[in-house]
């Protein structure tokens, strides 16, 4: 495992990726290649206090969100990615285990390696994962900013904060 998890029981959220870039790999740290806008994003929609740097990522869990991703043994540009490197059973299992309130997979890739489809789209999906709800959001990867859109990140934050507000 590359970068371990960052799953706890009771979170709001879990973002899943496909698998770490090579400056995470180098930091130990989810999304910290520079060009990537990850912690910028989560500050700008208001899911945490402040912008957080990559190597604070454990603290996320205080604010109801967890990380993973569906490669946990391989690094690189999601084209460098082996299919046999993904596992899906395991990652359906660890939310199975963990029971977030939404799960939000932050790349179309990402997405559609866990659903098995081609054809994508950004927001809330059909299916959920055993009654959890299912969304996709942008790629925050420097990589992907052509394809980016703050819209669908603005909605996943205000289902995050329903959520929290209609929890017991």
Known sequence: MIIPDLLTEGLSLVLCGTAPSRASKEAGAYYAHPGNIFWKTLHAIGLTPHQLEPGQYPMLTRFGIGLTDLNKVEWGADSDLSRSGFDVPSFTAKMR???PGLIAFDSK????TYFGKKTISYGLQAESLDGIPLLVVPS???RARGYFDLAPWHDLAERVRALRLSAP
Request: charge should be positive.
């Open 97 to 99: 285990c963990f029971r």
């Open 140 to 142: 925050t990867s420097g």
């Open 109 to 112: 890739y990402a997405a559609a």
